[in-house]
T-cell receptor, first 116, second 111 residues
């Protein structure tokens, strides 16, 4: 079964509103989680690294005030897309690594965001 | 230039064929190499993981890494229609677990 769970799987929101996506590690604690974005027929692009108990590290070109990341517990990271616009419509995926899992990195099922 | 390059295809093969998927990378610091399979509108599923150069086999899948040429390969033997998906190569260095992905190759195995 899945070791990383994302919710919601699909979300449609109106332009200008905010949307929160949750990423949960199941059965293990993840001090670090990663958020990726994937546009249709494109590769996964790293948006930010989410660190439990501290600020996220954002990749160049990703607006930290627009994509708010909160990693308040060892099993949950949230991504909030604030004031969403149609160009934010994308597939958002999180990943996490079990602390004793070597280099095995598990991905969530992804969340499809459509901004209308 | 992306650090991991992958031909997006599409690649179409008949059932039972041997499939060869390839990637190149430019960052010499990459030490860990993965292949993920992604079905339409789903998250990536880890298929193979390889450290440094060498081969790794798991059932019908064989992953190869040649660090001297910065070349990554995935071979699928006796391909099945259920193997039809997008295959993503990825790599990361010792300094972190953020993955650098290729664009993905779309594979179609026809009955």
């Amino acid at each position: 079964g899945a070791v990383v769970s994302q919710h919601p799987s699909w979300v449609i929101c109106k332009s200008g509103t905010s949307v929160k996506i949750e990423c949960r590690s199941l059965d293990f604690q993840a001090t670090t989680m990663f958020w990726y974005r994937q546009f249709p027929k494109q590769s996964l692009m790293l948006m930010a690294t989410s660190n439990e108990g501290s600020k996220a590290t954002y990749e160049q070109g990703v607006e930290k005030d627009k994509f708010l990341i909160n990693h308040a517990s060892l099993t949950l990271s949230t991504l909030t897309v604030t004031s969403a616009h149609p160009e934010d419509s994308s597939f958002y995926i999180c990943s996490a690594r079990p602390p004793d899992g070597g280099n095995t990195i598990y991905f969530g099922e992804g969340s499809w965001l459509t901004v209308v | 230039q992306k650090e991991v390059e992958q031909d997006p295809g599409p690649l179409s093969v008949p059932e039972g064929a041997i499939v060869s998927l390839n990637c190149t990378y430019s960052n010499s610091a990459f030490q860990y190499f993965m292949w993920y399979r992604q079905y339409s509108r789903k998250g990536p599923e880890l298929l193979m993981y390889t450290y440094s150069s060498g081969n790794k086999e798991d059932g019908r899948f064989t992953a190869q890494v040649d660090k001297s040429s910065k070349y990554i390969s995935l071979f699928i033997r006796d391909s099945q229609p259920s193997d039809s998906a997008t295959y993503l190569c990825a790599a990361h260095s010792n300094s972190g677990y953020a993955l650098n992905f290729g664009k993905g190759t779309s594979l179609l195995v026809t009955p």
